[in-house]
């Protein structure tokens, strides 16, 4: 068991690769000396309390926060080995998707919530979108939801499916990775339920980074956990390990919720 253990261990391959990333806004410093490995295929959750940096970090990974003025960051975040400061940061964010915690569709058809991306990227082709647009609320969960009422305003879906619709949309770009800041904090528990297995059923296809507060959907959903504390990264571990055996006695207060 060990040993087929550690042999998937060594088929993992790591898409992100994060050296010394100091982050300033302004003067003052959110994240000090990062160095963490995320890897393909697999769900990685942030956690931490609030103020800790994990929305920061999560933006760092394609470049959202070159959008802030007055930040600054240092060290270097290899996306496949090729440092992202020397990527178009445009293409960066198709390749990197990105869902936030209040779902925002675009005020437009669910149809053309899909579209928008691709059709900013030149395609036009009807049927090609039509597949498109199937393909993704299919992988996005929501296909037998809608696909009566593609014309049906995004804005006009439930809180849950408005979200799914966001994932469906962040697809459509074909993207490698999805970044995922509190995606079920504004849900219902049972959309929640839905958002959880359409992440784990994602990360066949995709690499998942998501920032959570809810530790039990932690244990449910992430392979690889980090702890954030005040700007540092504490400790990234298996989920299950960091639950069981932290190696940082304050990621045990943190998770044993004994944080003052
Ligand atoms: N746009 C910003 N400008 C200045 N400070 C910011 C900005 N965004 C976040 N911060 C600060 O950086 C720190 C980390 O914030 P954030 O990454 O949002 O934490 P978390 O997502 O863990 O709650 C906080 O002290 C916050 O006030
Ligand atoms: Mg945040």
């Not at 003067?27 to 103020?51: R, W």
């Not at 995004?154 to 993207?175: E, F």
């Not at 992440?199 to 998501?210: A, D, G, H, Q």
Request: glycine content about 6%; proline content about 4%.
């Amino acid at each position: 068991m060990d040993s087929l253990k550690s042999e998937q261990n060594e088929l993992m391959q790591t898409i992100f690769a994060i050296r010394h990333l100091n982050l300033y806004y302004g003067k003052k410093q959110a994240l000090h000396d990062i160095n963490v490995d995320l890897y393909e295929h697999c769900v990685t959750a942030l956690i931490g309390p609030s103020g800790c940096g994990k929305s920061t970090f999560l933006r760092c990974l394609n470049r959202m926060n070159d959008l802030i003025d007055d930040c600054k960051i240092d060290g270097q975040i290899l996306y496949h080995g090729t440092d992202i400061q020397s990527v178009n940061p445009i293409l960066l964010r198709t390749k990197v998707g990105m869902v936030f915690q209040q779902p925002n569709p675009f005020p437009m058809s669910i149809y053309d919530n899909i579209c928008y991306g691709p059709r900013c990227q030149g395609i036009h082709n009807r049927t090609h979108l039509n597949e498109l647009v199937e393909r993704s609320l299919r992988e996005a969960a929501l296909w037998d939801e809608v696909k009566d009422r593609l014309k049906t305003n995004g804005m006009a879906l439930s809180g849950g499916q408005q979200q799914r619709l966001c994932i469906a949309r962040a697809l459509a770009m074909s993207p490698e990775v999805l970044l995922m800041d509190e995606p079920t904090s504004a849900l219902d528990p049972i959309s929640t339920k839905k958002i959880e297995e359409l992440v784990m059923s994602l990360k066949e296809r995709y690499t998942i980074v998501i920032v959570t507060h809810n530790l039990q959907q932690v244990a449910r959903i992430a392979d690889y956990t980090s702890f954030f504390l005040l700007g540092d990264l504490v400790e990234t571990n298996k989920t299950e390990t960091l639950f069981s055996r932290p190696s940082n006695e304050k990621t045990e207060r943190y998770i044993t919720g004994r944080f003052g």
